[in-house]
């Protein structure tokens, strides 16, 4: 396994949920780390991005609320996730890649297996 998604759960809404992402080595140091998600009936979509040089990226409807960041030294990405509402209830996927637009979910090579947020109202 090259990316491990993890920290989903079930929280109320204005909560707070903390994702972590562990890639190995490799991917972590050659490609830009990415977090999307897909809801129930819907088609996967872009929430944040950071490149190797720390970049961010955020997707408007996360803007102030989700903090994408990244340790080099744990090979994690991490997405905070602050005042939660029901609509951000999704599976939500890590993934990296070579990538020039860092919303461009067909740019990522790697996926992890999905971490799954309930947010309940």
């Known amino acids: 396994v090259q990316l491990q998604a993890s920290g989903g759960g079930l929280v109320q809404a204005g909560g707070s949920l903390r994702l972590s992402c562990t890639a190995s080595?490799?991917?972590?140091?050659?490609?830009?780390m990415g977090w999307f998600r897909q809801a129930p009936g819907k088609e996967r979509e872009f929430v944040a991005a950071?490149?190797?040089?720390?970049?961010?990226s955020y997707a408007d409807f996360v803007k102030g609320r989700f903090t994408i960041s990244r340790d080099n030294a744990k090979n994690t990405v991490y997405l905070q996730m602050n005042s939660l509402k029901p609509e951000d209830t999704a599976v939500y996927y890590c993934?990296?890649?070579?990538?020039?637009?860092?919303?461009?979910?067909?740019?990522?090579?790697?996926w992890g297996q999905g971490t799954e947020v309930t947010v309940s109202s």
């Open positions: 993934a990296a890649g070579r990538v020039a637009s860092p919303a461009g979910i067909n740019e990522y090579r790697y």
């Open positions: 080595a490799r991917i972590f140091s050659m490609y830009a």
């Open positions: 950071i490149n190797w040089s720390g970049k961010e």
